[in-house]
């Protein structure tokens, strides 16, 4: 059974990079561009999102259904957003909204400064998960526990997320088995449905299994534990971290990316702006 998480960027520029930077860059990267709304300045931090996610030389193909749910989980919050904010925008008085025209039955005007605004929070999102993708599939299984106790949290939160990426792919596995022998009992998988409802009512069936399974699983892990006397005392790391000279170049440059946006956050030019192609003449 797999028990570790897809180590898909192993060997790659990023891979060989000390975990902590990883976790590091990730923070200081999301609290940069939640501040931005600009596209153009959007787009730079997605150009170096984009870069920086390359480096970790993912395979697509193995993670396009990961991304194929974020683009629908962005798709759905956008519309959600448009649809609860009846069309406002943030900081723009509605009568200064250059309007294409209005949902019906709601309402809600489309306008230029809606359409730049969803535009902006793609860009946000997608940049996010670009620079946090390689969390989960550059940095190997074992690093996950040293990396965050390396930065100061305490050691049972460390292992706790350590056995989180190890859990979510066993129990992926624990499906796969269960789906296998629930077909062999006659269970028809391909027939009951295709796209989100489908894939959740043919889910139904399998969760008793396959959650008694997780929590049997949980239970053998706590009671190695405990005979490991895990907790009764402070616990140490055999893998060692060290930052190489690539690792703290790397970090400064996210740090001044940091510092640059909180910077233009604070004079005012992160705001949105409207490409003057959508203003209606």
């Known amino acids: 059974m797999n028990i570790a998480p897809r180590y898909l960027g192993r060997g790659s520029w990023l891979a060989r990079r000390d975990p902590r930077l990883l976790l590091l860059v990730v923070a200081l990267f999301v609290f ?3 501040q931005v709304w600009d596209v153009r300045l959007l787009l730079a931090l997605d150009v170096i999102a984009a870069a920086y996610y390359r480096s970790a030389r ?3 193909g193995q993670v396009r259904l990961l991304w194929a749910y974020i683009a629908f989980f962005v798709t759905v919050v956008v ?3 448009t649809l609860l904010t009846a069309g406002e925008v943030r900081a723009i008085n509605e009568a200064h909204l250059h309007v294409f025209f209005r949902l019906p039955l709601l309402g809600t005007p489309i306008s230029a400064e809606s359409v730049t605004y969803a535009i902006a929070q793609y860009m946000r999102f997608g940049a996010m998960a670009a620079v946090g993708f390689p969390i989960a599939f550059a940095i190997a299984p074992g690093d996950i526990g040293p990396a965050f106790a390396r930065l100061g949290v305490p050691y049972k939160f460390a292992y706790a997320l350590e056995l989180t990426f190890r859990f979510i792919p ?3 596995a624990d499906m796969r088995t269960t789906i296998d022998a629930q077909r062999i009992r006659g269970y028809e998988w391909e027939k009951i449905g295709r ?14 299994p396959v959650t008694i399974n997780a929590i049997v699983g949980a ?3 706590i009671d190695a534990m405990d005979l490991r006397g895990f907790g009764t005392g402070p616990r140490t790391w055999l893998r060692g971290l060290a930052f190489d000279a690539a690792d703290w170049l790397t970090l400064a440059g996210f740090l001044l990316i940091f510092a640059v946006v909180t910077w233009l956050s604070f004079s005012g030019l992160t705001r949105l702006w409207v490409p003057p192609f959508l203003i209606p003449a």
């Open 32 to 34: 940069a561009i939640v």
């Open 58 to 60: 993912i395979p697509f």
């Open 79 to 81: 519309f959600a957003n």
């Open 170 to 172: 066993s129990l992926a």
């Open 195 to 208: 796209g989100p409802v489908g894939r959740l009512r043919r889910t139904v069936p399998l969760l008793v």
């Open 219 to 221: 239970e053998d892990t």
